[in-house]
């Protein structure tokens, strides 16, 4: 089973970009489908943005299409997560997550998970 590191987050300011990426080991990364999501305090977690394993696939929550982009380099074990254009609603912790499917990944259904970074946006 994969394990997962994020990096990447801090405090910025709106409108400003930041790039999140998440580092895999202990897996065969290049056959899983990667994804990021977000939990902001007292709100569900949220799906942002997911890539299937041969990148050809990608799928983004509403609320950051057009805003975010998601990447991997299977060379590098690594998926990332390019923000721009934030907004204080898009402060919360951002998670990795690493599932055999894409569709399920989609709504949550992942094999490994990261611990999170924050990610928080001044106005």
């Known amino acids: 089973q994969v394990q997962l590191v994020e990096s990447g987050g801090g405090l910025v300011q709106a409108g400003d970009s930041l790039r999140l990426s998440c580092a895999a080991s202990g897996g065969t990364f290049s056959t899983y489908a990667m994804g990021w999501f977000r939990q902001a305090p007292g709100k569900e977690r949220e799906f942002v943005a997911a890539?299937?394993?041969?990148?050809?696939?990608?799928y983004y929550g509403e609320s950051v299409k057009g805003r975010f982009t998601i990447s991997r380099d299977n060379a590098k074990n690594t998926v990332y997560l390019q923000m721009s254009g934030l907004k204080p609603e898009d402060t919360a912790v951002y998670y990795c997550?690493?599932?055999?499917?894409?569709?399920?990944?989609?709504?949550?259904?992942?094999?490994?998970w990261g611990q999170g970074t924050q990610v928080t946006v001044s106005s």
């Open positions: 997550a690493a599932g055999r499917n894409l569709p399920r990944l989609q709504v949550g259904v992942g094999q490994s």
């Open positions: 890539i299937s394993w041969s990148e050809e696939i990608t």
